[in-house]
């Protein structure tokens, strides 16, 4: 009998939670806990700052469970039988698209030459200028501030504000006041102690009175404050924003770079504009390399801005999971390759790409070499002529369809909110150790303006602070612009220095942020 009464309150209790709607609450609550729906919310309230009315568009194509991607061939195969393969598919070769639109977009612009019109802008008409961005930023770092605040509270700036825009007869009760904290403020006259002695007065404002109790309801107000308890370790989203706004008046040398180098040897395929189609997985050859390498089609371009030569001496500093480094090995120019990553079991995922696409890496004895090193701390200098610094970021489109190791946890809060300063950090020690002449390119796989034009510029302002090298910055838009056929990128969201991939539906690559610096001296 106990037990059946135990049942039917138990019921009773799962029926009222359904009929007013707690159960709903409750599963509302758990999915907005789940990292996933964090990192979301998190782009809805930020990248929809910076991107505004576009922001549907790339929100959209992000949360895709199928995005682009192009297939790079594997020069350590039968290279011949995997092109025809992947021509059968219908799939371009990436260069030969390049070559032919590089051409058109030539007699375009020789046509507007000879007919008098104006050159187009080295960025779009209605491009965000970088104060634009600077002054989003600061409004949402306002905001965060103001919800931290009671409502009614007024800042200084405020405050002063509501003071002007008040009338007249205020503005006297205002010079009232003024007067009254003068008088406070004034000199206090000096007099013989024993004449205050006579008539000594006590404070009793400080005096904690029997009546009260010792309670710490009572003593809060004599005993100050040293930090709040629970926010000992707490950081704020806008700390961050910082690193966009404090490098902002040191001056960079902007150059243009008029074309984007394919290295003969490459050979990378992918589907027309919104053809989004499948590459069948890669398979093994008669040599038990794999025929291919699928990847993002934003993450070539890094490898491309660096514009390998053959005999050049490559670092990659953060290259896990290897895709890059490969890509660069398949250009068939770097003399030596170091693939570094700070964490091991990382590396090995390196060390497994190296394996099934190169084969017995003791035929690479010298010339490719795998370090596990914090990239802060490589200290060789003058060595490398080209340095790859494709850094650890937020992984936006990652962080949106999958639970581990994700970002937006919880547990790694400060962690994602510290990753500017290590940013800034890596390729800070890229630029230090970069031969003269010699090509630094930094990327992200990240839409935020903070973690791509911000960090650049902190960290080339430190660079000449502390080591007074000049270095220059390329502007690759035109030589971009005959990849517009298949790319969207982001040149009008005021991006200063770098170049952005911005996904969307038919072009859904990225995102994918690349700066390609060069050390003059």
């Not at 010699?438 to 839409?447: A, Q």
Request: glycine fraction near 6%; charged fraction near 30%; charge should be neutral.
């Amino acid at each position: 009998m106990i037990y059946i009464l135990r049942k039917i309150r138990v019921n009773s209790l799962i029926r009222g939670c359904r009929r007013y709607g707690i159960g709903k609450d409750l599963k509302e609550l758990k999915r907005k806990n789940i990292p996933k729906e964090k990192a979301l919310a998190y782009f809805d309230d930020f990248y929809q700052t910076i991107y505004g009315a576009m922001w549907p568009a790339i929100r959209e194509a992000m949360l895709c469970e199928r995005h682009k991607y192009v297939a790079v061939v594997n020069n350590f195969t039968e290279t011949e039988k995997v092109i025809e393969k992947l021509q059968l598919l219908g799939a371009m070769n990436v260069g030969d698209l390049y070559r032919v639109h590089k051409e058109n977009y030539e007699e375009r612009k020789r046509r507007r030459i000879e007919e008098g019109l104006p050159e187009k802008p080295a960025k779009s008409v209605g491009a965000i200028e970088q104060s634009t961005i600077a002054d989003k930023l600061k409004a949402k770092a306002e905001e965060e501030l103001q919800s931290l605040l009671p409502p009614d509270y007024d800042t200084a700036e405020r405050f002063l504000e509501k003071r002007k825009s008040k009338g007249q007869d205020q503005d006297e009760d205002y010079e009232e006041e003024v007067m009254k904290v003068k008088k406070l403020l004034d000199p206090m006259q000096m007099r013989p102690l024993e004449e205050d002695l006579k008539s000594p007065k006590v404070d009793e404002n400080r005096i904690v009175k029997p009546s009260t109790g010792l309670t710490s309801t009572a003593l809060h107000e004599f005993v100050p404050a040293t930090q709040l308890k629970g926010l000992d370790d707490y950081i704020l989203e806008s700390d961050q924003y910082q690193y966009y706004k404090d490098g902002s008046d040191f001056e960079i040398k902007v150059e243009k770079e008029t074309t984007l180098n394919f290295p003969k040897h490459l050979k990378i395929f992918t589907f027309e504009e919104g053809n989004n189609s499948r590459f069948p997985s890669p398979r093994r050859g008669q040599n038990g390399n794999f025929d291919y390498y699928l990847m993002d089609g934003g993450s070539i371009l890094p490898v491309l801005a660096l514009d390998l030569k053959p005999g050049d001496t490559m670092l990659d500093m953060c290259a896990a999971p290897g895709g890059k480094s490969l890509v660069a090995l398949q250009t068939l120019c770097p003399r030596v390759l170091v693939c570094n990553d700070v964490k091991l079991s990382r590396l090995h995922d390196v060390d497994s790409v190296m394996h099934e696409y190169l084969g017995d890496l003791e035929h690479w004895d010298g010339r490719l070499f795998l370090t596990n090193q914090d990239a802060r701390a490589i200290e060789d200098k003058d060595i490398y002529n080209k340095i790859l610094v494709d850094v650890p970021c937020t992984t936006d489109r990652l962080n949106l369809h999958t639970e581990e190791n994700n970002l937006f946890k919880g547990s790694r809060v400060k962690e994602r909110l510290q990753l500017p300063e290590i940013q800034t950090e890596i390729l800070l020690q890229a630029l230090k150790i970069i031969a003269p002449g010699g090509v630094v390119v930094y990327s992200t796989c990240s839409l935020s303006p903070i973690q791509n034009d911000g960090v650049v510029q902190m960290a080339l302002k430190r660079c000449y602070e502390e080591t007074q090298t000049t270095m220059v910055v390329k502007d690759m838009y035109e030589a971009l612009a005959p990849l517009r056929c298949i790319y969207r990128f982001g040149n009008d969201f005021g991006f200063k220095y770098g170049n952005i991939v911005v996904p969307i539906r038919k072009h859904n690559w990225g995102p994918l942020y690349f700066c390609k610096i060069v050390r003059v001296n």
